[in-house]
């Protein structure tokens, strides 16, 4: 059986701090360790092949009395450090990392650095960790990585991603822009826009309103892989707002993710598109939404909210997650109508200090999937919120948010708007003409995003350390 193929994520904080601290004035070569978290994927949905990834969790500096002698062309420090870090990594599952620099050379690892990391291996296995990660920070940005997980075996990493503000993807094997149908939007990003959008695993969670718009426009995009994940049949009530569904297709029982998966292949963009009708916290789609580079919730629950909030943080997936509040006008109140869209990744304040997913009605709805008899009893006896109206929908709104949300992606990748990354959180006014960046601080006590404990944490048992 051939290896897990590898991705290495680094946080856009972790990335800093490392910069920071290989950074030599008189250009010699320097080095830190990092402890990653791991996802052990054990079929990527589109390619049917196990992939790992690693997720920068933890930089932790060489000490400077463990630093034995630098140079441009080599760098030496004492191992005790390296025996420490190994220890951490076992006691709490993560990977042992050790990052050097080339301050005047390409990134690539030298056959001094294969002779010395193979000894660093060697003492790594022998401790009984089962693997130690490895990258080279070159000159002009330049990176590579790779993990030893036999002695004298290492898996190079097949794309090396910046997760920020800003969403920076290196593959190793970059395909080449030869997508005529994507020329337009070249003339305007540049060459190099299109295969980067082109290699891009994208989940898009829920398929209505907004979710069919977003996953539409995506394919349009020239985004690769799509990952569609919706329970629900189209009903009547859809028609006026999902995109690519018939009035036949309620007659059939389709499901949703179904009808968007047959307009988008119907597209024949080279799109290819799984699909999962599933709960976003079923275990079944734990391998889907870790493939991922980047997420969309398109969901109206709240407990679908909360997990992919938690999962945009253990795995450094940025999550553009969109919502819409929409009130009719009533006497002496005008309408309020408002759409959403928020970027989460480790760094920035998270949906539940942002109000907008809420661990109350997130139990509420558990209660309801589970058991769905004691919820209308205490529905009943006004113990429970949820199961109101069906929320007031119209496909304009809907639509201009999922492009204001599929806007935040491009941002991300090209910086359009500037390099300041993707707005944190985005409300637009539809009964106003307003549009406008409303951001938050995190509350303190938030256990997604007050500490970095949950950054890149990776897998844990239980499943993003949520019981139950
Ligand atoms: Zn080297
Ligand atoms: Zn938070």
Request: net charge neutral; hydrophobic share 45%; glycine share 10%.
């Given at each position: 059986?051939?290896?897990?193929a590898l991705?290495?994520?680094?946080?856009e904080?972790?990335?800093?701090?490392?910069?920071?601290?290989?950074?030599s004035?008189?250009?010699?070569?320097?080095?830190?360790y990092?402890?990653?978290?791991?996802?052990?994927?054990?079929?990527?949905p589109?390619?049917g092949?196990?992939?790992?990834r690693?997720?920068?969790?933890?930089?932790i500096?060489?000490a400077a009395?463990?630093?034995v002698?630098?140079?441009?062309?080599?760098?030496?420090?004492s191992t005790?450090g390296?025996?420490?870090v190994l220890?951490?990594a076992?006691e709490?599952?993560?990977?042992?990392?050790?990052?050097?620099?080339?301050?005047?050379a390409?990134?690539?690892?030298?056959?001094q650095?294969?002779r010395?990391e193979?000894?660093?291996?060697r003492?790594?296995?022998?401790?009984g960790v089962?693997s130690?990660?490895?990258?080279v920070?070159?000159?002009?940005d330049g990176?590579?990585?790779r993990?030893?997980?036999?002695?004298?075996?290492?898996?190079?990493a097949?794309?090396?991603?910046?997760?920020?503000?800003?969403?920076?993807i290196?593959r190793?094997?970059?395909s080449?822009?030869?997508d005529?149908?994507?020329?337009?939007?070249a003339?305007?990003?540049?060459r190099?826009f299109?295969?980067v959008v082109?290699?891009?695993?994208?989940?898009?969670?829920?398929?209505?309103?907004?979710?069919?718009?977003?996953?539409m426009?995506?394919?349009?995009?020239?985004?690769?892989?799509l990952?569609l994940?919706?329970?629900?049949i189209?009903?009547?009530?859809?028609?006026?707002r999902?995109?690519g569904s018939?009035a036949?297709?309620?007659v059939?029982?389709?499901a949703k993710?179904?009808?968007l998966?047959?307009?988008i292949?119907?597209?024949?963009?080279?799109?290819?598109?799984?699909?999962?009708?599933?709960?976003?916290?079923?275990?079944d789609l734990?391998?889907?939404?870790?493939?991922?580079d980047?997420?969309?919730?398109?969901?109206?629950?709240h407990?679908g909210?909360l997990t992919?909030?938690?999962?945009?943080?253990?795995?450094?997936?940025?999550?553009?997650?969109?919502?819409?509040?929409?009130?009719?006008?009533?006497?002496?109140?005008?309408?309020?109508?408002t759409?959403?869209?928020s970027?989460?990744?480790?760094?920035?304040?998270?949906?539940?200090?942002l109000?907008?997913a809420?661990?109350?009605?997130?139990?509420?709805?558990?209660?309801?999937?589970?058991?769905?008899?004691e919820?209308?009893?205490?529905?009943?006896?006004?113990?429970?919120?949820?199961?109101a109206?069906?929320?007031?929908?119209?496909?304009?709104?809907?639509?201009?948010?999922?492009?204001?949300a599929?806007?935040?992606?491009?941002?991300?990748?090209?910086?359009f708007?500037?390099?300041?990354?993707?707005t944190?959180?985005?409300?637009?006014?539809?009964?106003?003409v307003?549009?406008r960046?409303?951001?938050?601080?995190?509350?303190a006590?938030?256990?997604v995003?007050?500490s970095q404990a949950?950054w890149?944490?990776?897998?844990?048992?239980?499943?993003?350390?949520?019981i139950g």
């Amino acid at each position: 059986m051939s290896p897990a193929a590898l991705d290495i994520v680094l946080l856009e904080p972790h990335e800093a701090a490392l910069r920071s601290l290989l950074h030599s004035e008189n250009g010699a070569e320097s080095s830190a360790y990092v402890l990653f978290g791991k996802a052990e994927i054990s079929a990527d949905p589109w390619s049917g092949l196990a992939r790992t990834r690693l997720i920068s969790h933890e930089v932790i500096p060489v000490a400077a009395d463990e630093m034995v002698s630098a140079s441009p062309v080599h760098v030496t420090w004492s191992t005790r450090g390296f025996m420490r870090v190994l220890g951490v990594a076992k006691e709490r599952g993560l990977v042992a990392g050790l990052v050097h620099t080339h301050p005047n050379a390409a990134a690539f690892f030298s056959e001094q650095d294969d002779r010395n990391e193979a000894e660093l291996a060697r003492t790594t296995f022998n401790k009984g960790v089962s693997s130690l990660a490895s990258m080279v920070f070159g000159r002009d940005d330049g990176m590579v990585g790779r993990l030893w997980i036999a002695p004298g075996e290492t898996v190079t990493a097949s794309s090396i991603s910046l997760i920020g503000g800003q969403i920076k993807i290196a593959r190793a094997e970059a395909s080449v822009d030869e997508d005529h149908f994507l020329a337009r939007q070249a003339a305007l990003f540049g060459r190099e826009f299109n295969p980067v959008v082109r290699g891009l695993r994208v989940g898009v969670i829920g398929s209505g309103g907004t979710g069919s718009a977003v996953a539409m426009l995506l394919a349009r995009l020239g985004v690769g892989f799509l990952g569609l994940v919706d329970k629900d049949i189209i009903d009547v009530t859809n028609l006026n707002r999902v995109h690519g569904s018939r009035a036949a297709d309620v007659v059939a029982g389709l499901a949703k993710v179904d009808i968007l998966a047959r307009e988008i292949r119907a597209a024949g963009l080279g799109t290819q598109v799984v699909t999962k009708k599933e709960w976003v916290g079923h275990p079944d789609l734990r391998d889907l939404l870790r493939s991922c580079d980047v997420l969309f919730g398109c969901t109206d629950d709240h407990q679908g909210r909360l997990t992919l909030n938690r999962l945009a943080h253990y795995y450094g997936i940025p999550l553009i997650d969109v919502g819409l509040r929409m009130r009719a006008a009533r006497s002496g109140a005008d309408y309020d109508m408002t759409g959403r869209v928020s970027t989460i990744r480790p760094g920035s304040p998270c949906l539940m200090c942002l109000g907008v997913a809420d661990p109350r009605r997130a139990a509420a709805e558990g209660l309801q999937r589970s058991d769905p008899t004691e919820f209308e009893w205490r529905k009943a006896e006004a113990y429970v919120d949820g199961g109101a109206d069906p929320a007031p929908a119209v496909v304009t709104f809907t639509t201009t948010i999922a492009c204001a949300a599929v806007d935040e992606l491009i941002q991300g990748l090209t910086s359009f708007r500037g390099s300041q990354g993707m707005t944190h959180n985005r409300i637009r006014r539809f009964d106003r003409v307003e549009d406008r960046a409303m951001t938050c601080r995190p509350v303190a006590s938030c256990p997604v995003c007050a500490s970095q404990a949950s950054w890149g944490r990776g897998d844990v048992n239980p499943f993003l350390g949520v019981i139950g």
